[in-house]
């Protein structure tokens, strides 16, 4: 089963930010948390418990197991973790479902009969339990956020992140937040951000999200609300009174209305979903308008491309990973009640099989959460 195919799940969203992180994770430091059980490593760190990815495939591939805890290095901070998700980025390297023309790339990058860095979790929050000696901008005891950026390692006890990581984030998390809404925040919210950046959105302008109801698009929806824009969601009839409680100011049932059939145009349309001809997309964009496409396929940015040749509507499909700074400014949007993660479902790291499944089938509304500790 293809995780999330429907309106409103953002499952494939993560294939074009894997391509603009490739080249940096095989160059970067990675985090060390992860991967070899006890007998491969040296015990004097102690066992951590973490999900390993055993190979590509179902859910059961999941097994949770103990591993070596890992030691900070000198410009690393220690993060107990307290929560994380099961994020789109996780179900689709799991279960390795890319595209085609992306296959072997990423293949070749993330290991070719399993992954090479086997503990899956793009997002998470904790405390820093230790730091190294060069660290100047984290404290012990400091509760945080982070996005692990294709490092992964989120489905553990532990991880390592550098202060300023060359893949992914970390920050303070809001003080009005739990563990498990604040590990909600770093990849859906960061990744919604630096698309609709590319966008520029302004106050009043017309803003579409496709794909509303996943952890991008309730995010997107209310940054897009955050910056002034008339907000349209397109998603799944369950989701449409979720959809208005978080600031959308239309919503659009996706079985009874194909919205590029109606003569409203738009300045940007963010696409989570690849349901919608891009073509019919582009033509519904205002002249100088944006269609954003979280993970299209080949032919969908040539059709997009095609579309918009001879006009000055502009067509933009990866977004690069977030950073401190962007993390730093959704705390801020949080801690001013201008967003809010969206929960759907809590489970125990041990139930992480059953929280996958849960996310295969489609109907999760924004997050689903996995408490750690």
């Not at 760190?45 to 990815?53: D, F, K, S």
């Not at 489905?155 to 990581?165: K, T, V």
């Not at 979280?294 to 509507?313: D, E, H, M, T, Y």
Request: hydrophobic share 40%; glycine share 10%; aromatic share 6%.
């Amino acid at each position: 089963m293809r995780c999330n195919t429907g309106p409103g799940n953002d499952m494939h969203a993560i294939s074009g930010m894997i391509i603009a992180g490739i080249a940096g994770y095989l160059s970067s430091d990675k985090p060390k948390h992860v991967g070899r059980t006890d007998e491969d490593q040296s015990a004097d760190r102690g066992p951590m418990r973490a999900v390993v990815c055993t190979a590509y495939g179902p859910p059961d591939v999941l097994q949770l197991k103990n591993v070596a805890k890992p030691f900070p290095k000198n410009d690393e901070v220690l993060v107990r973790i307290r929560a994380t998700t099961v994020s789109a980025a996780d179900c689709e390297l799991r279960s390795f479902d890319f595209a085609p023309w992306i296959w072997l790339p990423i293949r070749l990058a993330f290991g070719i009969s399993r992954p090479r860095q086997p503990v899956l979790g793009q997002e998470l929050a904790g405390d820093i339990e230790s730091v190294g000696k060069d660290v100047t901008s984290l404290n012990e005891g400091d509760r945080v956020f982070v996005a692990t950026g294709i490092g992964l390692g989120g489905y553990a006890e532990y991880i390592c992140m550098r202060e300023d990581p060359r893949t992914g984030a970390i920050a303070t998390m809001p003080a009005s937040l739990s563990y498990e809404e604040a590990a909600a925040v770093p990849y859906g919210g960061g990744e919604a951000l630096e698309f609709l950046r590319k966008a520029n959105v302004q106050s009043g302008q017309r803003v579409l999200i496709n794909g509303a109801g996943g952890s991008f698009g309730t995010f997107a929806v209310q940054l897009a609300k955050a910056a002034g824009a008339h907000v349209t969601a397109v998603d799944s009839a369950q989701k449409l009174e979720m959809l208005r409680t978080i600031g959308a100011d239309r919503v659009v049932d996706y079985g009874q209305e194909d919205f590029t059939d109606s003569p409203e145009s738009y300045d940007v349309i963010f696409d989570v979903v690849r349901n919608t001809p891009s073509g019919r997309m582009v033509r519904s964009l205002k002249d100088n308008g944006c269609l954003l496409m979280a993970n299209p396929g080949f032919l969908q940015i040539v059709r997009a491309k095609w579309a918009s040749r001879r006009s000055k509507k502009r067509v933009t499909f990866a977004a690069s990973g977030g950073t401190n700074e962007d993390l730093a400014y959704l705390r801020s949007l949080v801690e001013a009640g201008k967003l809010s993660p969206v929960i759907d479902r809590r489970f125990p790291l041990e139930q992480i099989v059953e929280a996958h499944r849960y996310a295969d089938s489609g109907e999760k509304l924004g997050n689903i959460v996995i408490t750690v500790a």
